[in-house]
């Protein structure tokens, strides 16, 4: 983590390429994800899920991964990462040459069922087969698990804090190399986003992740602020607002990227991010995915008069 924070106070993370394509009926030709990705990354974003590792009859939005990671490997510093529910998922995306892996890891066993088809203790087994094959294998790629309807969810409901932290304990003690937080659901208030990241931290130490939050609630800023104050470094967003999860019922709305890097830009908060750039990029999203609703505040008012980038610059 520390090379792509270098200099960076916050590192914001793209997911729109997955978590936002995967949840659009329409699929984005290749050709558009390459030009997409890239304009990404020319406004300074220095990592991005770039998609999924799943059965293409799954998610078909989503098929041609493997060549997008391949072009965005071309593009100098970025981190290339892509989500995978399985060994399977795996083993495709370290061919593939990918930086990071994300383990979409449920807290609520009945999403766990409905997302990726598996049981608590088979994602265990399959997280440390994992982690085994990387060992073996892939000593440079790095493994997160994300800990899915870490907040509630809206298949089980209530979900106990001490289930989310007992679960992001057995992930570490699995070998992930870090462990963040997702509130799939759009559950999550900023004094549970404290308590709970406060309580991954003390936990888990340096293996304590980002946050993934979303904004279906109207909630998703405010917990950012709230993460920021206990010392989360490390933000997803998805450009245009985009996204959520097509296994959680009603759980829409990624905090939109434009928005999330104009809140910390303000607050003082280098990024690294070009906003006017960033917003450059969103049209290339647009011609994508035509008729497509896209979300977000900065883009609609557009930047203030005076705004001024946190120190000094992008």
């Not at 914001?12 to 290749?30: A, H, I, N």
């Not at 085994?132 to 440079?140: F, I």
């Not at 003690?173 to 462990?179: K, M, R, Y």
Request: proline share 4%.
């Amino acid at each position: 983590m520390e090379l792509r924070q270098q200099s960076l106070d916050v590192l914001v993370s793209e997911v729109g390429p997955r978590d936002g394509l995967q949840s659009v009926k329409r699929t984005m030709c290749t050709d558009d994800k390459f030009a997409w990705i890239s304009a990404l990354a020319a406004a300074g974003l220095r990592e991005i899920e770039v998609g999924s590792f799943v059965p293409p009859k799954l998610l078909p939005q989503l098929a041609d991964t493997a060549a997008v990671v391949a072009h965005a490997r071309k593009i100098p510093g970025l981190h290339v990462t892509a989500l995978v529910p399985n060994l399977r998922g795996a083993q495709a995306a370290f061919a593939a040459g990918i930086h990071k892996i994300t383990l979409p890891i449920s807290v609520s066993e009945a999403h766990s069922l409905a997302n990726v088809r598996k049981t608590h203790a088979q994602m265990i087994d399959e997280a440390k087969a994992i982690v085994a094959l990387r060992n073996e294998q892939y000593a440079g790629v790095q493994i997160e698990a994300g800990m899915a309807t870490a907040f509630g969810c809206t298949i089980q409901g209530v979900v106990p804090e001490d289930d989310t932290m007992r679960l992001a304990v057995i992930m570490a003690e699995c070998g992930v190399d870090e462990v963040g937080l997702s509130d799939t659901c759009g559950y999550a208030n900023p004094a549970q986003v404290k308590r709970l990241f406060s309580r991954l931290q003390a936990e888990l130490g340096g293996k304590a992740g980002g946050a993934h939050f979303h904004n279906t609630r109207g909630q998703g800023l405010a917990n950012v602020v709230a993460a920021l104050d206990v010392g989360v470094t490390t933000f997803d967003a998805s450009q245009g607002g985009i996204g959520g999860c097509p296994y959680a019922p009603g759980a829409t709305g990624n905090i939109v990227t434009e928005d999330l890097v104009f809140l910390l830009e303000a607050m003082g908060l280098h990024t690294g991010v070009d906003l006017d750039k960033l917003l450059a990029a969103r049209e290339l999203l647009a011609k994508g995915l035509p008729g497509e609703p896209l979300y977000g505040d900065v883009a609609a008012a557009g930047l203030p008069k005076g705004f001024a980038y946190a120190k000094g610059g992008v």
